[in-house]
Structures are given as C-alpha cells and as structure tokens.
C-alpha cells in the first residue's frame, strides 16, 4: 500500500518570494510521483512527473520538484511565487507496475499575498 | 483535442434522491477512474474502469454507489439513494493503455451537495 503525507496545509508567502511545498510518500513498490494543481474553480491539472531517470523534474511554469529516494521525498519548489500560483497543491503516487490508481496526499492550499 | 468532460458541473440534491453523475474520457483513452473528495478530506479512488470492465472497485463506498461503462466509452456513476455524507466534488480520470506512465488526465469535477 502507498501513502503520501504534506505536513502543510496552508503555505501563504509574500509575491516573488520563494517557496517549497513538502511531500513525503511510503510505499512497499516502485512508484511513480507527481504534483497536481487545482485552482479556484477549475478542476485537477498535472504539474510535474517523475518516472525516471533525472531526479530534478521542472514545470512549463517555473516549478521544479526533485525526488530523494532515500528521503522518499518529492518538495516541489519556486523560487519566485506569482499571485498567479494561488491554488491547491497536491502531492501523488501511483504503482509503476500497473495503470494503478493514484494516491493523493491530503493537498497543501498556497496562497500568494501581493 | 477535447480533455476529460464530466456533467453536471454542480449538482444540489435532497437526500434520499438519486443523483447520476457522468464522464466523458479523452477519445482512446480505455483506462477511466473515479475519484471524490468529500469536504476537508483527501481525494480518494472510487473504480478504475478497463473499456468496460470493472478493474478495480475497491473504493467504491458502499453499494448506494453504481458505475457503468457500457461500450467501454462514458461512464456514469448513479447515487441511490444520496446521502449527506456524499456530499463533495467527483473527478473523473481517463488514461491510455499503452501509454509510457500512468499519467492520468483528470476532467473539471462535479460538486455534489446532498441537503
């Protein structure tokens, strides 16, 4: 069985500042790792993806999350918000060896103050 | 390319009625998975559809909760009868068979309001 734990649920944090959302996951399997985004009133979009290879992933946005194996952990991370990036972050994992479902963490709300 | 539909967007219902909700996945698209967030809690899987077959419904709540996908194209999922508890916003996914990860494509969402 997978888990994924995001310690924060609210992160607020000025505009242009830095920010990094955590993310932690335990599964007894390989996974796979991503970040979704809903914001205000739309539905759930896909951020980033880890399969493989390169453990620092990027956004066409300016995000970037990197996975730590031995951390089993996935922080997503900007190094200069928009108020743009308000929404709901959430972090996910899904079993590579099967088109499994996707286990979500409990979501982290970012809000950019201007 | 059209995304992942689902209608209605919003639903408001009065428990005890029957609500059916529906998906329409991205066109070859034979992998469709329901997932609901009830209020304050995490998204949670509900049923992974393969074309028409059941691949799994582990998650499926109790059985006031019905999915079908005939024809292995859209999918609905019937509430009967609603309860408060159901009450939260239903995402419906789809993802190719043959595709290089899971990467499942998620659709707006329905909000269910059970009074």
């Known amino acids: 069985a997978q888990s994924v734990t995001q310690l924060d649920s609210q992160v607020p944090v000025f505009e242009e500042a830095p920010v990094e959302l955590r993310c932690n996951y335990s599964s007894s399997v390989s996974v796979y790792l991503f970040w979704y985004v809903q914001y205000p009133n739309q539905g759930l979009q896909l951020l980033l993806k880890y399969l493989s290879g390169s453990t620092l992933v990027e956004s066409i946005n300016g995000f970037e999350a990197e996975f730590n194996k031995s951390q089993t952990s996935f922080h997503l991370r900007k190094p200069s918000v928009h108020i743009s990036d308000t929404a709901e972050y959430f972090c996910a994992v899904s079993q590579k060896t099967s088109y499994d479902k996707v286990i979500f963490g409990p979501g982290t709300s970012l809000s950019v103050i201007p | 390319e059209a995304g992942v539909t689902q209608f209605p967007s919003h639903s408001v219902i009065e428990k005890g009625q029957t609500v059916t909700l529906r998906c329409d996945p991205i066109s070859g698209h034979d992998n469709l998975y329901w997932y609901r967030r009830v209020m304050g809690k995490e998204i949670k899987f509900l049923l992974h559809?393969?074309?028409?077959?059941?691949?799994?419904e582990s998650g499926m709540p109790n059985n006031r909760f019905l999915a079908e996908r005939t024809g292995g194209t859209y999918s609905t999922l019937k509430v009967q009868p609603a309860e408060l508890e159901d009450s939260g916003v239903y995402f419906c996914?789809?993802?190719?068979?043959?595709?290089?990860?899971?990467?499942?494509?998620f659709g707006p969402g329905t909000r269910l309001t059970v009074l």
């Open positions: 559809f393969v074309k028409e077959s059941k691949q799994d």
């Open positions: 996914a789809s993802s190719q068979e043959r595709g290089l990860s899971n990467e499942q494509f």
